[in-house]
């Protein structure tokens, strides 16, 4: 008798023509240019050691948008102030946990759908990401 087990459905990079609208449409066009900014500047807070700016890619779920997370192949220690957890996980990690900082973050200042749905789809992926302890950790 097989047996199915859940696999995690994997997020995939935005392709360099749906950049332009996945910023918009992860936090809405008023919201744009904060939660930008936001995600940002979690990530310097988060790993003030290890991260110093770059690229970033964008990923998505089965078409909706997800999360930012640097491109890069390092791994960053997560310190500081910004949560009591102390642990280092990959950018790809890193990028999940400054993204729901971004959202929870914002929901206090702006009531909005978008945020509460991005914030709920993250997590949901959150949980079998091969990561998912470091990340709850981080965001707890």
């Known amino acids: 008798m097989p047996t199915s087990k859940s696999r995690r459905k994997a997020a995939t990079i ?4 749906g950049r332009l609208a996945f910023l918009p449409s992860l936090f809405g066009r008023s919201l744009l240019i904060i939660a930008e900014n936001a ?5 310097e807070k988060l790993s003030p050691l290890d ?8 990923y998505e779920q089965d078409g909706q948008p997800l999360f ?5 192949t ?4 997560i310190t500081g102030d910004v949560t009591g957890f ?16 971004t959202f929870s973050h914002l929901s206090f200042r702006y009531q909005s759908e978008r945020l509460c749905d991005g ?12 990561e998912a302890s470091e990340i709850f950790q981080a965001i707890d």
Do not use: C, K, N
Not at 68 to 72: D, E, G, N, W
Not at 86 to 101: K, L, R
């Open 74 to 77: 390092a791994r960053f220690r």
């Open 51 to 58: 991260y110093a700016g770059g690229f970033w890619d964008f």
């Open 119 to 130: 914030y709920s789809r993250l997590y949901a992926y959150s949980a079998s990401h091969p």
């Open 86 to 101: 102390q642990g280092e996980v990959s950018a790809d990690a890193a990028g999940v946990i400054a993204t729901m900082f």
């Open 68 to 72: 930012l997370a640097p491109r890069s």
């Open 14 to 17: 935005v392709s360099e023509e």
């Open 39 to 43: 995600v940002y500047g979690f990530m």
